[in-house]
């Protein structure tokens, strides 16, 4: 019911995820993002939210991708009907798609990016996204934007094959104020978004932005 893509930006350590969905709410069950630890997306025909907190705490205890992967639906009874897509601080990615989850569905692992989806309207949206998202990056669209068209990119494709209803994106990096914008319910939501964030590349936001503390300047005003 979701296509997602995580990716992280090697020349400041940011790591994003972009998500959408044919049901409501997409950003309150498939993100989990933490700076310098990694990026997991909880997803499927029936979505086991715990994966990304418990993940994260094993990827910060010292677990690399693939052991927190396997770790989580070794001990999940229902992970046939479960998708995971998670990548870690240095670039590395790992996923689960299990057998349940309705057609089409399927994951890419590629150096610093997952993506995957499931109900899914044809078998070239997940490759469509990582192009897109590629594309983006060549063409010197900076990394957030470059997300954006990752998830644009798959809607056009053909996304969830129910039709988008809300979508998200959220960037995080080391000593940084995140990127956290969510469309819960819209008939456009992948439109509703890229308006989103373009208010927040004007300059009045900008500049309240810029001003805000961050762990390396904490006194800022």
């Given at each position: 019911?979701?296509?997602?893509?995580?990716?992280?930006?090697?020349?400041?350590?940011?790591?994003?995820?972009?998500?959408?969905?044919?049901?409501?709410?997409?950003?309150?069950?498939?993100?989990h993002?933490?700076?310098?630890?990694?990026?997991?997306?909880?997803?499927?025909?029936?979505?086991?939210?715990?994966?990304?907190?418990?993940?994260?705490?094993?990827?910060?205890?010292?677990?690399?991708?693939?052991?927190?992967?396997?770790?989580?639906?070794d001990?999940d009874?229902?992970?046939?009907?479960?998708?995971?897509?998670?990548?870690?601080?240095?670039?590395?990615?790992?996923?689960?798609t299990?057998?349940?989850?309705?057609?089409?569905?399927?994951?890419?692992?590629?150096?610093?990016?997952?993506?995957?989806?499931?109900?899914?309207?044809?078998?070239?949206?997940?490759?469509?996204?990582?192009?897109?998202?590629?594309?983006?990056?060549?063409?010197?669209?900076?990394?957030?934007r470059?997300?954006?068209?990752?998830?644009?990119?798959?809607?056009?494709?053909?996304?969830?094959?129910?039709?988008?209803?809300?979508?998200?994106?959220?960037?995080v990096?080391?000593?940084?104020?995140?990127?956290?914008?969510?469309?819960?319910?819209?008939?456009?939501?992948?439109?509703?978004?890229?308006?989103?964030?373009?208010?927040?590349?004007?300059?009045?936001?900008?500049?309240?932005?810029?001003?805000?503390?961050?762990?390396?300047?904490?006194?800022?005003?």
């Amino acid at each position: 019911m979701t296509y997602s893509l995580i990716a992280k930006d090697p020349q400041t350590n940011a790591l994003g995820l972009v998500t959408a969905t044919g049901n409501l709410a997409v950003g309150g069950f498939v993100p989990h993002l933490r700076a310098g630890v990694g990026a997991i997306a909880t997803q499927g025909f029936s979505t086991n939210y715990w994966y990304g907190g418990n993940g994260l705490k094993q990827l910060e205890n010292g677990e690399n991708a693939d052991s927190v992967v396997k770790n989580l639906t070794d001990a999940d009874k229902g992970r046939d009907y479960r998708q995971m897509l998670l990548l870690d601080a240095k670039g590395n990615g790992a996923a689960w798609t299990g057998h349940a989850n309705t057609a089409h569905h399927a994951h890419i692992i590629a150096p610093n990016l997952v993506a995957g989806g499931n109900i899914l309207a044809n078998d070239e949206v997940i490759p469509t996204m990582k192009s897109g998202f590629e594309q983006a990056l060549k063409n010197g669209v900076p990394f957030s934007r470059a997300l954006l068209c990752a998830l644009k990119a798959a809607f056009e494709a053909g996304g969830d094959k129910r039709g988008t209803s809300s979508a998200v994106i959220k960037v995080v990096a080391p000593n940084a104020l995140p990127l956290d914008l969510r469309v819960d319910d819209h008939p456009q939501p992948i439109t509703e978004l890229h308006r989103l964030y373009d208010m927040t590349q004007q300059s009045d936001y900008q500049s309240f932005f810029v001003r805000l503390p961050t762990p390396d300047h904490p006194h800022q005003h």
